[in-house]
């Protein structure tokens, strides 16, 4: 059944944050004629959905994931004023003091000029802020291991989140991640590798989709120096997620993890199913029947939620997260921005 959506965000800061939403609500398959436009001091969602595949919170929450938002449902459609720019005959209207009514008053006009200096006097303001904002944060990254700019834009994200500008980001914390890495851990690569990329990933995330051949090329390129350790972090709006982890550790059961978890990724465009990962186990060669015993029982999901409840005591908040000898990597970063983080590990080691 179809139904419509129609809210105000509030929290959001410029076209990052717009995009952001407006990605992470098009991944929703159910979600139809999506609107998403800039007002005053907040944005606006309208869209379609079907109510047999996603619910209206779902939607809701997929927006408060998207960042640390502030979502106010609404009745009836767009307001007039959630534009993304004005157009250019309303510049003009409001600079020359003219109204569709004709001119403005004297009181009127100067209200608008007064507006318009204040308007323009901010900005200037704003400008040198982001200028020197902007330098301070390409100093620190010329200084310190992979401090760049945010990347919403290449993370599924959970929380107040990186950000899922146009390229990904590295976002160091405080602290370095220290993790004990043993032969029950899923790693890929030399075991005893000095570098290791722990990588907290979603198989119904695009964006963890976009960063498998980028590890897989890392590991090609360093094969005795880099080791891949996979963990889960299911999204709660990617409804096929938390499923497909559960397949892959039914399939690590059978020698055959890292198998099923390229064959997820490959296959991820053309759809995840129960069906489909009861298909591809086949594919694989699998004991279907134990497979699919051991899926149907759900007998892996606690084993899920604990990465995920790792995950997320050590600072993640989205999809991919990458640990980089402990240091954290938000977002599909590609192989060009690893390598360097990668190369002068090894020069200090």
């Known amino acids: 059944m179809q139904t419509n959506i129609h809210c105000k965000i509030y929290g959001a800061n410029g076209s990052d944050d717009l995009k952001m939403i407006e990605d992470n609500l098009k991944s929703q398959d159910a979600i139809k004629n999506l609107k998403v436009a800039a007002g005053k001091n907040h944005l606006e969602v309208e869209a379609s959905f079907d109510e047999n595949q996603i619910t209206k919170q779902q939607i809701i929450d997929v927006i408060k994931l998207s960042g640390d938002f502030r979502v106010e449902e609404l009745s009836g459609n767009m307001t007039a004023e959630a534009i993304t720019a004005p ?7 409001a600079f020359f003091g003219i109204t569709s009514g004709g001119l403005l008053t004297e009181e009127n006009s100067s209200k608008v000029i007064f507006t318009l200096g204040f308007l323009a006097g901010f900005s200037i303001v704003s400008l040198i802020i982001n200028i020197v904002f902007g330098y301070l944060l390409f100093s620190a990254s010329s200084f310190s291991l992979g401090k760049t700019t945010d990347a919403k834009d290449n993370q599924a994200v959970v929380n107040s989140q990186p950000s899922q500008a146009p390229t990904a980001a590295v976002q160091p914390i405080a602290t370095a991640q220290n993790f004990a890495i043993t032969k029950s851990d899923h790693v890929r690569g030399n075991f005893n590798a000095p570098i290791t990329l722990v990588e907290y990933s979603d198989f119904e995330c695009p964006f963890c989709e976009k960063i498998y051949p980028t590890f897989k090329k ?4 360093y094969p005795d120096q880099v080791r891949l350790v996979y963990k889960h972090f299911p999204l709660g709006f990617h409804p096929n997620a938390q499923k497909a982890a559960e397949a892959s550790e039914c399939a690590n059961e059978q020698g055959k993890f890292w ?3 390229d064959l997820i990724f490959e296959k991820q ?6 069906i489909n990962f009861k298909q591809w186990a086949g594919d694989l060669g699998l004991n279907t029947k134990k497979f699919n015993n051991c899926l149907d029982s759900s007998k892996y999901a606690q084993k899920v939620q604990t990465d995920a409840t790792d995950g997320q005591s050590r600072g993640v908040n989205g999809t991919p997260a990458t640990f980089v000898n ?4 938000s977002g599909a970063v590609p192989y ?8 002068q590990l090894l020069n200090n080691n």
């Open 336 to 343: 060009e921005s690893f390598k360097p983080i990668i190369d």
């Open 218 to 221: 890392i590991l090609n390129d």
């Open 269 to 274: 465009s053309g759809g995840l199913s129960l």
């Open 87 to 93: 157009t250019k005959s309303v510049v003009d209207r």
């Open 259 to 261: 198998e099923y978890h």
């Open 326 to 329: 402990g240091q954290l990597v």
